[in-house]
Every structure is written in structure tokens, then in C-alpha cells.
């Protein structure tokens, strides 16, 4: 409703702050159902081609954003929404970063928002002042310009409610300079702020980062890029997570996980760490990527503690079909071990450092032994035509638990009661389970005691 809307206005300039420490504005977005995303997206127009490529500006944008979302731990986050034309602080539901060629006084860059009754944020734009100040989306700014990064995470900060703080190491201090890059990551007064409105995350997290942060990551054809992931526990109790890697391609679409382990150990107050290196295919479609570590739950639907991706971008040859974009995303590392053992938790000791090529991962079945009922669990990371079938060790199939069936990409969980297809009980033994998606079979032995 446009008339309850209220504009206000707060600008990064030379005033002065009397307050101590972080400053609420009074208006924010904790009434969302879940501010932890899908609510809060944003989008930047690259206008500014003095400043660096689209590439180099939406990464120093995005990781202005991610000074937030992964380090504020608060529960508030983030979107990468795709970059736009739009190019005025205008309501409109979208929140849209842009380079004004004009000017507002000594102000270097505005965030706009716009709010209803009882404080709520409904959407926030930001400007940069191209007109009067030089703007760098590089790693190093000259004496001369502004750092993008380091501006947009101020700006971000009073996205999420924030105002001016007193602490003049902090990020939302209202003061900046050119060439300054030390608020591009917050200070303990800015993770404050935002956790004193939103609350603290749950205690797990999950970043995932290149080597090279500050660059975009840009390939013609094939590549490849180091990264690594680093999952956090900050609880009192050790944990299970699942750890997956997967890719977002430039039509929306998800492909992977490129990994995937269930279920990973980690000890109390801990981090664990995963190194990787990610090849591009020379077929890799144009456009732009996500590249995304999901910290999530061990069992089913598999809710996802934290979420961090990062963007890459590929251009110029490779134009091959989106149907091809799954072939060659070979991706290897290590890490993510036990640091203890997992007795006592479900039997499900897979801990694994190894890395999955293939369209699907079979894993042993649980319980196993077992009397009568078992599960036999499986990933399926493309859709595909799945069977499902029980042998003995004669090789006579016992059952058909999935007939050719059309499955889409995801874990499964099937379960075996000991019957045969007449439905009636086997014999103790060793059995065999085929799993066959497409014209790739696995197979594992089960054990069943009586
Ligand atoms: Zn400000």
C-alpha cells in the first residue's frame, strides 16, 4: 500500500555520532517470516564501467553483502538477485544498488528505505554518488577512489536497520575515506547490531570462500578455482551435519551437489574445513554462476543450517546447451574428517573425504545387520530412471523395490521389510542390493540375521 509507505533517507558522509557503539534505526525486517534470504534480495546496476567490469562490481557488491550474511551470524541474510537496468531509488519492490552520475553534497553513497506501520522495512535502495566521488570494484583502491566493497558493506549494514556507529573501526561509522578497505568486514559492534535485531543464527554456519576473495572470477571456456569451506559449531555438543556442494547455473537451475557427505563430526566449539578445486567445463553455458556449501541437517528433508556461495562468471566461447552444463564440473579435495568417532550415532559412520564423479552415491543400508527392516539409502544428483532390486547370493532377484522409476534429483530412502515378491519372509543371509540409474549399476551386500 504506497500511502502507508514513509521514505527515509540516511547517507555515509562526514556527521557525527554521540551515541555509543552500533545504533538502531528503528526499522527493519524482522517481521518477515523468515529473513533469512528468499525476502531480502538485491540487485546491482553496473553502471559504473570507470570503477571495473559488471564482474568486478557485482563481487565487490556481493562480498559487501557477505560481510553480513556470513559474518553477522545473525538471522538475517542476504540474496543475490541478478543485476539490473533499473537507476533511481524508486518504490518498486526491488532493492537495487546503483552509480548516480550526479551528486548529493559530501555524501559518498545514500541508502533509501521505505517502511510501514509499526517499522517494517519493505525496501531499501542504495546510491552511489559516481558524480562526485571515484569508485574502484578492484582489489587495491587508489589514494583517489572509494572501495566498492568496503562502501556497499556499510550501506548493506543500514539495509539490515542499522544506523551510524560511535566506534570508529566499525563498519557503520559514519565516516570513510578513499582507499580505505578496513570496514569491508565488521567490527564486534556491528555483529552486535545486527544480532540485536535479528538474534543470533543457530549455532552452526558455514562459509565457503576463494582464494582470491576480492577478485571476480571470470572464464573463457574451461578453468578452475580453489576454494575453501569452512563449517563452524558453536554449540556446547558435538554434532552431525551433511556437507553439500552445488552449483546454480545461469538459468536458475541446480546442478550437483558436486559433493556430498552425510554425515560429518564435529566436535563442540570447532571448525572444520574442506579445501577444494572446482574445473569448469570448456562446455560450461554463458552467464552467471552461483557456487554454494550448504551446512544441513542429516536427515530427511535435509533443512540447511547456514547457507555461502560465491559467484564466478563464464564468457565468450563456451555456448553449449544448458542440457550439457553437467558434463566436466570435476571437483577435488579434501577435509571435513571425524574428528571423533561417530558411536552412538545411528550406525551412519560415513565420513567420507571422497569425491563423487558420478550421477549417484549408494550407500550401505541402515541398520545392516538387520531384522526384519532396513533402509537403503541413495542420492540421486540428476534425475534419472532408477531400479531397485534384492538378490541372494545365488543371483536370483528376490524383490523389485523400484521399477525403472522416473526420479528427480535427491536423497532417497527405501525401505526392505525381508519379503520376497510373493511377500513372504526370506531366509537369514547375506543379500544384494542393485541399484541402477541409468546405465550405471551399484551394488552392496546387506546382511539379514534372525
Ligand atoms: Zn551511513
Known sequence: MIRNITLIVVALALLTSYSFGYELLGYDWTYKPDPMG????????????????????????WQGANAWTDYAKAEFEFTYGGWTTRNSYTYDAHNIIFFSPGSSGNAIATT?????????????????????????????????EFDVWNIAAHELGHVHGLGHSSVSASTMYAYS????????????????????????????SVIIHT????????????????????????????????ATIDLVLPDGSTHGPLLNLNSVYIPANSTLTYNGSQNIPGNAPVGEYKYRARMRDTSYPYDDYDVSYFMFWVEGKAVAG???????????????????????????????????????????????????????????????????????????????????????FGPYSIEWDATDSDGNSVSAGIYLYKLTVG???????????K
Open 439 to 449: 546405465n550405471e549399476i551399484a551394488l552392496k551386500k546387506m546382511t539379514l540375521i
Open 38 to 61: 528468499e525476502d531480502i534480495e538485491f540487485n546491482p546496476n553496473c553502471s559504473d564501467y570507470g570503477c571495473g567490469s559488471e564482474e568486478d562490481q557485482i563481487n565487490a557488491l
Open 322 to 408: 544448458l542440457e550439457e552444463a553437467g558434463e566436466g564440473w570435476a571437483l577435488t579435495g579434501s577435509g571435513f574428517e571425524s574428528a571423533e568417532p561417530l558411536a552412538g550415532e545411528g550406525g551412519q559412520a560415513h565420513t567420507s573425504t571422497a569425491i563423487i564423479p558420478g550421477a549417484f552415491e549408494l550407500r550401505q543400508n541402515v541398520p545392516n545387520p538387520f531384522n526384519p527392516n532396513t533402509n537403503i539409502n541413495f542420492d540421486l544428483y540428476e534425475e534419472a530412471n532408477v531400479s531397485l532390486q534384492i538378490y541372494n547370493l545365488k543371483g536370483q532377484l528376490i524383490k523389485t523395490l523400484l521399477d525403472n522409476r522416473a526420479l528427480d
Open 112 to 144: 533509501y528505505w521505505w517502511y510501514q506501520s509499526g517499522g517494517r522495512m519493505t525496501e531499501a535502495d542504495i546510491v552511489f554518488w559516481d558524480g562526485a566521488f571515484s569508485f574502484s570494484a578492484y582489489q587495491s583502491p587508489s589514494y583517489s
Open 177 to 204: 575515506s578513499q582507499g580505505e578497505t578496513s570496514k569491508r568486514t565488521l567490527h564486534s559492534d556491528d555483529v552486535n547490531g545486527a544480532q540485536a535485531l535479528y538474534g543470533e543464527q543457530d549455532p552452526f
Open 211 to 242: 582464494d582470491d576473495d576480492s577478485y571476480a572470477r571470470v572464464f573463457s571456456g574451461s578453468g578452475s578455482f580453489d576454494f575453501t569451506v569452512l563449517a563452524y559449531n558453536n554449540d556446547s555438543y558435538g554434532h552431525l551435519f551433511r
